[in-house]
């Protein structure tokens, strides 16, 4: 089973906040989400669930056949994940990859990769690109060690793998690395080639300009910068 957390759209990625406003950063937000679920549907080789309780996200498990784990709390991925957990074992399931839904490059062949060096007793993880956040855990039985997010996981999640003493596998995928939490970010996913939604959308918001570094507001990341899709 894959899971794919996805908290309230509607106060996405505050962490952009100096740079771009609520209603740009939920309609990021909604691109990012098309493309990872656009990847996982390529990839449709496994049962998929979103741990959501966000509106446009329900909708769009909907019109790509995924089902959806409430997720009533809405406090963290961290919690979302916990009770997915719960629900995977309840029901018999034998293995879960998390991945979030801000890791907008992600292809079908990535998920493909991950599932080819799944261990049939262990784990496989994927950090983000500056190797502190984990960016994809794969975890067989589902509930092999609880998962605990945030800006520093990486470790935590290597250490409590490493002490089930069972397989662990590390696979550096720069594709599920990039994952979308400031300019730098926005300007990496930009330039990167191809035209998915989030890409577009950014290069729309002048991140993909070159020497454009931008450092505070300006008319294009301002409090009137949605941008027609």
Do not use: W
Not at 178 to 185: R, S
Request: glycine letters at 6%; proline letters at 6%.
């Amino acid at each position: 089973m894959i899971l794919i957390p996805v908290k309230n759209l509607a106060n996405a990625k505050q962490r952009l906040g100096e740079v771009l406003d609520q209603q740009v950063r939920t309609q990021l937000a909604h691109a990012m989400l098309r493309d990872v679920l656009r990847a996982v549907s390529d990839y449709a080789r496994e049962d998929v669930s979103l741990v959501t309780n966000d509106p446009f996200a329900m909708e769009l498990a909907e019109s790509h056949g995924f089902s959806v784990i409430p997720d009533t709390v809405n406090t963290s991925e961290t919690d979302a994940i916990e009770v997915a957990t719960g629900f995977c074992v309840e029901r018999g399931i034998g293995r879960t990859l998390v991945i979030p839904g801000d890791i907008p490059l992600i292809e079908a062949e990535d998920l493909a990769t991950i599932f080819e060096h799944a261990p049939v007793a262990g784990s496989v993880l994927v950090p983000s690109a500056d190797k502190r956040g984990t960016n994809a855990v794969l975890r067989a039985p589902a509930a092999l060690f609880p998962l605990r997010f945030g800006n520093d996981s990486f470790q935590p999640h290597l250490q409590s793998a490493i002490a089930t003493n069972t397989s662990c596998v590390v696979l550096s995928q720069p594709r599920i690395g990039l994952d979308i939490d400031n300019a730098e970010d926005l300007k990496s996913l930009a330039r990167h080639t191809g035209e998915k939604s989030s890409q577009v959308l950014a290069r729309k918001l002048g991140f993909g300009a070159a020497g454009n570094s931008p450092s505070g507001r300006s008319p294009a990341f301002g409090k009137s910068a949605a941008v027609q899709q």
